[in-house]
């Protein structure tokens, strides 16, 4: 029957786990002198006992041996090599946190660094939530009713829409070959203007517009006005609008 | 001695530095004068040991000069809080230390990814093996079997016991903690050939007190 080198490995570990743990690790001083030789023998043992426990000491009293490795003259390329290292590290003396920089893993930036990034990620997460709003605001809702609006119609006095409450479309067809119109929805008694809109006609000539939810019952004008130059000019068409209380079309 | 009475030591490249000279430095440090002068003694003093105990630890050169910057700027932060309760040397070892255990411990695979560079042929005493791909068939025998190797194992437990202290210690760091033969001699402070000879003879004695009993025993270690 053959022994297998885990069991000899086993029953090692074993004896050791076995054996109490240490208790004070001796300190680096303490391990700069054994490795001096400047210890009684009895304790330099006690010492090496430790080591076959404690791999953290093990580290230190093999680190110390370099440490107290007698020093030999240094060359004229040490010294080079002394004041070139000397040259590197100086500059970096007075900064702060640059030890982390290199001994530690990638450290986090200061706010100063991080505000930019900050900022435009808050600027797409504003531009993305504009967007979605604005796409529900033009999205055609469904069961809206559509009112189709001709251009042309200038007579004031020959026909009031009636709109019931709530989201509609309208539908305006120009005449006219003009590039952007606006409209001009005023109240009707005051002439107070109360929205204006920039149209672009389609392909079809055609302006698509969906009325605000909000324009409570009541009777407005709207103005179909040459839209050139960003503000309302000649007015092409007028219409007058009733928008009749929830329930109560004609 | 007052540390008002002290003035900067001027640092003179071809000269070296003296112990008391890096603590007058570190006490004018302490008081805020001339700290870059001041820590320039420190840096000359301690630099070369650093370097020491890095080479033997960290094989590329680029990353060896990283670390003995991270271990120099530790020391320039710290110093100002060194309270002198042990030697500087020592306060230097262990930021030295805890520098390089931090960083090897980042390596992959830790503190067995990084072993110390060897300087003895490997070959010469096959090292014992760390873990066996195979479970001992004794281990999911029968109740003989199981009762067989406890009594081997507990012969093989004296055997260890009664080995000579230093071949015992050489066997424990070499398995338990997977020491090469050349950090056992640096730690234990004798030549790696002593740590070997250890080695072999306590296999030698192992293998003799567990053949009496046992028959062939192959320990895996040589």
Known sequence: MDERPSDFRDTLLELIESSPAPADHPSPDRWLAYQRGELAADEEAQLQEHLARCRDCFDLAAAAASFAEREAEPGAGGDVETAALWRLLRPQLGARDNVRAISAGPRRQSWRFRLPSYLAASFFVALMGMTAWNLHTRQPLPNAPIFDIYSGDRDPNRREWTMPAGPRMLVFHAEEELPVYRLVIRDAAAGRELYSYELRPNQDRAMTLYLPAGLPPGRYRMEIADGSGGRAGRVLATHRVRVAEPGRGD | ?222
């Open chain 2, 1 to 222: 001695m007052k540390l008002g009475e002290l003035t900067p030591p001027a640092v003179d490249d071809s000269l070296p530095v003296g112990p008391e000279d890096v603590v007058r430095a570190v006490l004018a440090f302490q008081q805020g004068v001339d700290r870059e002068r001041n820590f320039e003694l420190l840096f000359r003093r301690f630099h070369r040991r650093i370097e020491r105990f890095l080479a033997a630890r960290v094989f590329s050169c680029e990353e060896r000069l990283d670390l003995t910057q991270a271990i120099f700027l530790r020391i320039y932060q710290g110093l100002k809080g060194y309270r002198g309760e042990g030697s500087l040397e020592g306060w230097v070892l262990q930021i030295a230390v805890n520098v390089y255990r931090k960083w090897r411990d980042r390596q992959p695979g830790g503190r067995q990814a990084v072993p110390e560079i060897p300087f003895e042929d490997p070959s010469v005493v096959p090292e014992p093996q760390a873990a066996d791909p195979f479970p001992s068939p004794s281990a999911t025998g029968s109740p003989l079997d199981r009762v067989v190797r406890q009594e081997r194992l507990d012969a093989l437990r004296q055997a260890i016991g009664e080995l000579a202290p230093k071949q015992r210690l050489c066997m424990e760091l070499h398995v338990y903690q997977e020491r090469s033969v050349q950090e056992i001699a640096t730690a234990l402070r004798i030549s790696p050939e002593t740590v070997k000879a250890h080695l072999f003879q306590a296999r030698q004695r192992l293998r003799d007190k567990v053949h009496a009993t046992f028959g062939t025993i192959d320990f895996g270690t040589g």
